[in-house]
Protein backbone atom coordinates (compact mmCIF):
# COMPACT_ATOMS: atom_id res chain seq x y z
CA UNK A 1 0.00 0.00 0.00
CA UNK A 2 1.55 3.21 -1.11
CA UNK A 3 1.29 6.06 1.20
CA UNK A 4 -1.40 8.89 0.71
CA UNK A 5 -0.34 11.91 2.13
CA UNK A 6 -3.68 13.64 2.36
CA UNK A 7 -7.00 12.15 1.85
CA UNK A 8 -8.33 15.38 -0.42
CA UNK A 9 -10.48 13.90 -3.42
CA UNK A 10 -9.75 14.58 -7.10
CA UNK A 11 -12.50 16.32 -8.77
CA UNK A 12 -12.74 13.91 -10.63
CA UNK A 13 -14.17 11.38 -7.47
CA UNK A 14 -16.06 14.76 -6.46
CA UNK A 15 -18.08 14.22 -9.71
CA UNK A 16 -17.27 18.16 -9.89
CA UNK A 17 -18.32 20.19 -12.92
CA UNK A 18 -15.06 21.22 -13.86
CA UNK A 19 -13.93 17.24 -13.80
CA UNK A 20 -14.95 17.76 -17.56
CA UNK A 21 -12.33 19.48 -19.60
CA UNK A 22 -15.37 20.61 -21.89
CA UNK A 23 -16.85 22.60 -18.88
CA UNK A 24 -13.40 24.33 -18.00
CA UNK A 25 -12.66 25.42 -21.70
CA UNK A 26 -16.45 27.33 -21.34
CA UNK A 27 -15.49 28.78 -17.89
CA UNK A 28 -11.85 30.55 -19.95
CA UNK A 29 -13.53 31.54 -23.04
CA UNK A 30 -17.28 32.35 -22.04
CA UNK A 31 -16.60 36.43 -22.27
CA UNK A 32 -15.45 35.56 -26.11
CA UNK A 33 -13.29 38.26 -26.11
CA UNK A 34 -15.70 41.17 -24.68
CA UNK A 35 -13.57 40.95 -21.08
CA UNK A 36 -10.69 39.68 -21.76
CA UNK A 37 -9.11 40.04 -25.17
CA UNK A 38 -8.74 36.64 -27.06
CA UNK A 39 -5.75 35.11 -27.01
CA UNK A 40 -5.32 34.59 -30.69
CA UNK A 41 -5.88 38.16 -31.12
CA UNK A 42 -2.67 39.03 -28.91
CA UNK A 43 -0.68 36.50 -31.35
CA UNK A 44 -2.49 38.50 -34.24
CA UNK A 45 -0.87 41.83 -33.21
CA UNK A 46 2.39 39.95 -32.79
CA UNK A 47 2.79 38.28 -36.25
CA UNK A 48 2.21 34.46 -34.53
CA UNK A 49 -0.73 33.62 -35.24
CA UNK A 50 -1.26 30.80 -36.27
CA UNK A 51 1.32 29.79 -33.85
CA UNK A 52 3.93 26.78 -35.64
CA UNK A 53 5.92 24.54 -34.28
CA UNK A 54 9.88 25.59 -34.02
CA UNK A 55 10.54 21.21 -34.21
CA UNK A 56 10.00 18.63 -31.86
CA UNK A 57 12.97 18.74 -29.30
CA UNK A 58 10.80 17.02 -26.03
CA UNK A 59 8.54 14.16 -26.19
CA UNK A 60 6.66 14.82 -22.94
CA UNK A 61 4.66 11.57 -22.09
CA UNK A 62 1.89 11.54 -19.37
CA UNK A 63 2.22 7.86 -17.90
CA UNK A 64 -0.64 8.08 -15.71
CA UNK A 65 -2.78 10.25 -13.51
CA UNK A 66 -2.31 8.29 -10.45
CA UNK A 67 -0.03 10.02 -7.59
CA UNK A 68 0.28 9.45 -3.98
CA UNK A 69 -0.36 12.87 -3.51
CA UNK A 70 -3.66 15.28 -3.85
CA UNK A 71 -1.74 18.77 -4.21
CA UNK A 72 -4.63 21.61 -4.10
CA UNK A 73 -3.31 23.25 -7.00
CA UNK A 74 -2.65 20.39 -9.75
CA UNK A 75 -3.41 21.32 -13.01
CA UNK A 76 -3.69 17.38 -13.97
CA UNK A 77 -6.31 16.74 -10.80
CA UNK A 78 -4.04 13.69 -10.19
CA UNK A 79 -4.70 12.03 -6.91
CA UNK A 80 -4.74 8.07 -5.37
CA UNK A 81 -8.48 7.82 -6.67
CA UNK A 82 -7.13 8.51 -10.48
CA UNK A 83 -6.69 5.26 -12.09
CA UNK A 84 -5.99 6.33 -15.60
CA UNK A 85 -2.28 4.46 -16.34
CA UNK A 86 -0.21 4.29 -19.96
CA UNK A 87 -0.24 0.56 -20.65
CA UNK A 88 2.97 -0.83 -21.72
CA UNK A 89 1.62 -1.47 -25.29
CA UNK A 90 1.39 2.20 -25.55
CA UNK A 91 4.83 2.83 -24.66
CA UNK A 92 5.95 0.78 -27.04
CA UNK A 93 4.08 2.38 -29.47
CA UNK A 94 5.72 5.23 -27.94
CA UNK A 95 9.32 3.72 -28.41
CA UNK A 96 8.48 3.07 -31.88
CA UNK A 97 8.11 6.27 -32.80
CA UNK A 98 10.94 7.74 -31.06
CA UNK A 99 13.26 5.20 -32.81
CA UNK A 100 11.81 6.44 -36.00
CA UNK A 101 12.83 10.24 -34.86
CA UNK A 102 16.15 12.22 -33.58
CA UNK A 103 14.01 13.97 -30.35
CA UNK A 104 16.78 14.16 -28.51
CA UNK A 105 14.81 14.14 -24.49
CA UNK A 106 12.25 12.49 -23.26
CA UNK A 107 10.18 13.96 -20.26
CA UNK A 108 8.21 11.58 -18.09
CA UNK A 109 5.42 13.11 -16.12
CA UNK A 110 1.93 11.80 -14.24
CA UNK A 111 0.55 11.97 -11.95
CA UNK A 112 3.98 10.14 -9.74
CA UNK A 113 4.68 8.69 -13.15
CA UNK A 114 7.12 6.60 -11.06
CA UNK A 115 3.71 4.47 -9.88
CA UNK A 116 3.53 3.31 -13.75
CA UNK A 117 4.19 -0.54 -13.00
CA UNK A 118 6.36 -0.14 -16.50
CA UNK A 119 8.19 2.99 -15.12
CA UNK A 120 11.84 1.37 -14.90
CA UNK A 121 11.30 -0.82 -18.09
CA UNK A 122 10.67 1.80 -19.92
CA UNK A 123 13.65 4.34 -18.56
CA UNK A 124 15.92 1.65 -19.52
CA UNK A 125 14.46 1.07 -22.96
CA UNK A 126 14.87 5.28 -23.80
CA UNK A 127 18.37 4.97 -22.46
CA UNK A 128 18.73 2.50 -25.05
CA UNK A 129 17.90 4.45 -27.82
CA UNK A 130 20.26 7.01 -26.21
CA UNK A 131 17.92 9.98 -25.30
CA UNK A 132 18.10 12.17 -22.21
CA UNK A 133 15.45 11.11 -20.03
CA UNK A 134 13.68 13.86 -17.44
CA UNK A 135 11.17 12.50 -14.42
CA UNK A 136 9.26 14.94 -12.90
CA UNK A 137 9.26 13.62 -9.61
CA UNK A 138 7.34 14.81 -6.67
CA UNK A 139 10.07 13.49 -4.46
CA UNK A 140 7.44 11.99 -1.74
CA UNK A 141 6.73 8.77 -3.92
CA UNK A 142 10.32 7.74 -2.32
CA UNK A 143 9.54 7.49 0.77
CA UNK A 144 5.95 6.35 -0.30
CA UNK A 145 6.51 2.78 -0.46
CA UNK A 146 9.94 0.08 0.38
CA UNK A 147 9.69 -0.48 -3.33
CA UNK A 148 10.76 3.32 -4.45
CA UNK A 149 13.32 3.18 -1.99
CA UNK A 150 16.19 2.91 -4.28
CA UNK A 151 14.50 5.43 -6.90
CA UNK A 152 18.01 7.64 -6.46
CA UNK A 153 20.01 4.26 -7.28
CA UNK A 154 17.78 3.85 -10.33
CA UNK A 155 18.00 7.28 -11.41
CA UNK A 156 21.78 7.83 -11.06
CA UNK A 157 22.36 4.27 -12.63
CA UNK A 158 20.00 5.51 -15.98
CA UNK A 159 21.81 9.02 -15.70
CA UNK A 160 17.91 10.57 -15.58
CA UNK A 161 17.35 13.65 -14.91
CA UNK A 162 15.28 14.26 -11.46
CA UNK A 163 12.99 17.51 -11.75
CA UNK A 164 10.96 17.95 -8.31
CA UNK A 165 7.93 19.74 -7.52
CA UNK A 166 9.60 22.32 -3.94
CA UNK A 167 6.89 24.84 -3.51
CA UNK A 168 8.64 26.47 -1.19
CA UNK A 169 11.93 25.88 1.30
CA UNK A 170 9.79 26.10 4.28
CA UNK A 171 7.23 23.73 5.58
CA UNK A 172 3.91 26.08 6.34
CA UNK A 173 4.03 27.62 2.85
CA UNK A 174 5.05 23.41 1.25
CA UNK A 175 2.23 21.82 3.79
CA UNK A 176 -0.51 24.35 2.88
CA UNK A 177 0.01 23.97 -1.07
CA UNK A 178 0.65 20.03 -1.19
CA UNK A 179 -0.28 18.10 2.49
CA UNK A 180 0.64 18.08 5.67
CA UNK A 181 3.93 16.24 6.13
CA UNK A 182 5.04 16.61 2.42
CA UNK A 183 7.86 19.13 3.12
CA UNK A 184 9.54 16.99 5.96
CA UNK A 185 9.41 13.81 3.39
CA UNK A 186 10.67 15.75 0.59
CA UNK A 187 13.86 16.70 2.71
CA UNK A 188 13.89 13.10 3.21
CA UNK A 189 13.66 12.98 -0.19
CA UNK A 190 16.11 15.39 -1.42
CA UNK A 191 18.94 14.44 0.87
CA UNK A 192 18.75 10.49 -0.69
CA UNK A 193 19.02 12.12 -3.75
CA UNK A 194 22.33 14.37 -3.26
CA UNK A 195 23.64 10.72 -0.90
CA UNK A 196 24.00 9.63 -4.69
CA UNK A 197 25.54 12.76 -6.14
CA UNK A 198 22.28 14.42 -7.72
CA UNK A 199 22.83 18.19 -7.06
CA UNK A 200 26.44 17.83 -6.55
CA UNK A 201 29.09 19.54 -8.85
CA UNK A 202 31.20 17.40 -11.35
CA UNK A 203 28.38 14.33 -10.93
CA UNK A 204 26.67 15.16 -13.93
CA UNK A 205 23.92 14.10 -12.00
CA UNK A 206 21.36 16.85 -12.36
CA UNK A 207 18.89 18.05 -10.12
CA UNK A 208 16.19 20.39 -10.60
CA UNK A 209 13.19 22.10 -8.61
CA UNK A 210 9.98 23.65 -9.68
CA UNK A 211 8.58 26.50 -7.41
CA UNK A 212 5.02 27.92 -8.29
CA UNK A 213 2.87 29.94 -6.63
CA UNK A 214 0.65 29.44 -3.87
CA UNK A 215 -1.40 31.67 -4.02
CA UNK A 216 -3.57 33.90 -6.58
CA UNK A 217 -0.44 35.73 -8.05
CA UNK A 218 2.38 35.69 -10.37
CA UNK A 219 5.71 33.97 -9.47
CA UNK A 220 9.00 35.87 -9.08
CA UNK A 221 12.33 36.13 -10.81
CA UNK A 222 13.46 33.13 -11.44
CA UNK A 223 17.04 33.56 -10.84
CA UNK A 224 16.57 35.92 -7.20
CA UNK A 225 14.40 33.07 -5.89
CA UNK A 226 16.95 30.30 -7.25
CA UNK A 227 19.56 32.43 -4.91
CA UNK A 228 17.30 32.38 -1.77
CA UNK A 229 15.95 28.69 -2.28
CA UNK A 230 19.72 28.04 -2.80
CA UNK A 231 20.87 29.71 0.63
CA UNK A 232 18.48 28.46 2.66
CA UNK A 233 18.39 24.79 1.66
CA UNK A 234 22.08 24.66 2.25
CA UNK A 235 21.96 26.40 5.11
CA UNK A 236 19.01 24.61 6.86
CA UNK A 237 19.40 21.50 5.84
CA UNK A 238 22.57 20.74 3.82
CA UNK A 239 20.75 20.41 0.58
CA UNK A 240 22.90 21.57 -2.70
CA UNK A 241 20.60 21.30 -6.68
CA UNK A 242 21.54 22.26 -9.71
CA UNK A 243 18.43 24.67 -11.16
CA UNK A 244 14.98 26.53 -10.14
CA UNK A 245 12.28 26.29 -12.27
CA UNK A 246 9.81 29.07 -11.64
CA UNK A 247 6.23 28.16 -13.15
CA UNK A 248 3.12 30.00 -13.42
CA UNK A 249 0.16 28.34 -12.17
CA UNK A 250 -2.07 27.71 -15.09
CA UNK A 251 -6.32 28.78 -14.81
CA UNK A 252 -7.11 24.66 -15.43
CA UNK A 253 -8.19 22.16 -13.27
CA UNK A 254 -7.86 22.17 -9.42
CA UNK A 255 -6.29 25.74 -9.72
CA UNK A 256 -9.28 26.87 -12.07
CA UNK A 257 -11.40 26.04 -9.09
CA UNK A 258 -9.30 27.53 -6.40
CA UNK A 259 -9.52 30.70 -8.40
CA UNK A 260 -13.12 30.43 -8.66
CA UNK A 261 -13.90 29.66 -5.33
CA UNK A 262 -11.69 32.25 -3.97
CA UNK A 263 -13.19 34.80 -5.84
CA UNK A 264 -10.18 35.44 -7.64
CA UNK A 265 -10.33 33.97 -11.41
CA UNK A 266 -11.15 37.80 -13.01
CA UNK A 267 -8.22 39.63 -11.33
CA UNK A 268 -5.75 36.47 -12.23
CA UNK A 269 -6.82 36.36 -15.56
CA UNK A 270 -6.52 40.25 -15.56
CA UNK A 271 -2.97 39.79 -14.32
CA UNK A 272 -1.67 37.00 -17.16
CA UNK A 273 -3.45 39.62 -19.50
CA UNK A 274 -1.85 42.43 -18.35
CA UNK A 275 1.48 40.98 -18.30
CA UNK A 276 1.14 39.47 -22.15
CA UNK A 277 5.30 39.34 -23.37
CA UNK A 278 6.03 38.82 -26.43
CA UNK A 279 8.74 37.47 -26.67
CA UNK A 280 7.82 35.15 -24.29
CA UNK A 281 5.15 34.30 -26.41
CA UNK A 282 8.02 33.37 -29.12
CA UNK A 283 9.39 31.05 -26.97
CA UNK A 284 6.28 29.24 -25.61
CA UNK A 285 7.01 25.04 -24.41
CA UNK A 286 4.35 24.28 -27.18
CA UNK A 287 6.76 25.53 -30.03
CA UNK A 288 9.59 22.29 -29.12
CA UNK A 289 7.27 20.30 -27.38
CA UNK A 290 4.78 17.34 -28.02
CA UNK A 291 2.57 16.00 -25.24
CA UNK A 292 1.52 12.26 -25.37
CA UNK A 293 -1.41 11.16 -23.08
CA UNK A 294 -1.33 8.21 -20.71
CA UNK A 295 -3.85 7.02 -23.64
CA UNK A 296 -1.68 7.55 -26.66
CA UNK A 297 -3.41 10.52 -27.79
CA UNK A 298 -0.87 13.40 -28.94
CA UNK A 299 -1.72 17.20 -27.45
CA UNK A 300 0.56 20.80 -28.20
CA UNK A 301 1.14 20.72 -24.71
CA UNK A 302 0.33 19.34 -21.11
CA UNK A 303 -2.15 22.02 -20.30
CA UNK A 304 -4.15 21.43 -23.48
CA UNK A 305 -3.87 17.58 -22.74
CA UNK A 306 -5.66 18.46 -19.52
CA UNK A 307 -8.42 20.54 -21.68
CA UNK A 308 -8.84 17.28 -23.78
CA UNK A 309 -7.61 19.60 -26.97
CA UNK A 310 -6.18 17.19 -28.93
CA UNK A 311 -3.50 18.35 -32.41
CA UNK A 312 -5.24 19.71 -34.84
CA UNK A 313 -3.17 17.20 -37.73
CA UNK A 314 -6.12 14.64 -38.15
CA UNK A 315 -4.05 11.77 -39.74
CA UNK A 316 -2.27 12.44 -36.94
CA UNK A 317 -3.66 12.61 -33.62
CA UNK A 318 -2.56 9.03 -31.74
CA UNK A 319 1.01 7.78 -31.18
CA UNK A 320 0.01 4.80 -33.61
CA UNK A 321 0.08 7.23 -36.48
CA UNK A 322 2.42 9.53 -35.21
CA UNK A 323 3.70 11.39 -38.17
CA UNK A 324 6.86 13.59 -36.88
CA UNK A 325 6.61 15.93 -40.74
CA UNK A 326 2.66 16.62 -40.15
CA UNK A 327 3.15 17.68 -36.49
CA UNK A 328 5.93 19.56 -37.05
CA UNK A 329 3.63 21.63 -39.58
CA UNK A 330 0.31 21.88 -37.55
CA UNK A 331 -1.00 24.60 -36.44
CA UNK A 332 -1.06 24.76 -32.58
CA UNK A 333 -4.28 25.19 -30.49
CA UNK A 334 -4.23 27.73 -28.51
CA UNK A 335 -7.04 29.25 -25.91
CA UNK A 336 -6.99 32.24 -23.13
CA UNK A 337 -5.14 29.44 -20.26
CA UNK A 338 -2.10 30.05 -23.04
CA UNK A 339 -2.10 33.44 -21.27
CA UNK A 340 -0.29 31.57 -18.36
CA UNK A 341 2.72 30.73 -20.60
CA UNK A 342 3.09 34.17 -21.71
CA UNK A 343 2.88 36.41 -18.46
CA UNK A 344 6.28 38.10 -17.54
CA UNK A 345 9.18 36.17 -18.25
CA UNK A 346 7.14 33.62 -19.42
CA UNK A 347 6.73 29.93 -18.28
CA UNK A 348 7.13 26.74 -19.58
CA UNK A 349 7.76 22.85 -18.05
CA UNK A 350 11.83 24.70 -17.75
CA UNK A 351 10.89 27.52 -15.95
CA UNK A 352 11.13 30.86 -17.14
CA UNK A 353 11.44 31.46 -21.37
CA UNK A 354 12.91 34.65 -21.62
Partial sequence: ????????????AQHHFLSDPQHQVEVLEEDHGQHF????DKLQTIGLYPLKPTGIEIFQMNLGKMCNQ???????????????????????????????????????TGGAPEMNPNFRWFVEEVKKLNRHVMVRCNLTIILANKKYYDLPEFYKKNNVEVISSMPFYNKERTDRQRGDGVFDISIKALKM????????????????????PAGAFLPPPQEALEKEFKEQLM??????????????????????????????????MQKLVNAFNPAAAKGVMC?????????????????NQMLDLKVETKNSRHILQFDEEALNNRKIITGQHCYGCTAGAGSSCGGQVV
Wanted: proline content about 3%; charged content about 20%.
Fill in 70 to 108: TCKHCHVDAGPDRKEIMTKETMQLCLDALAKTDIPTVDL
Fill in 287 to 303: RNTLSIGWDGYLYDCDF
Fill in 1 to 12: MVTQINQMKSLK
Fill in 37 to 40: PLFK
Fill in 235 to 268: EHFGISFNQLFVITNMPINRYLDYLIVSSNYDDY
Fill in 193 to 212: LNNVGYGKEGTGLELDLVYN
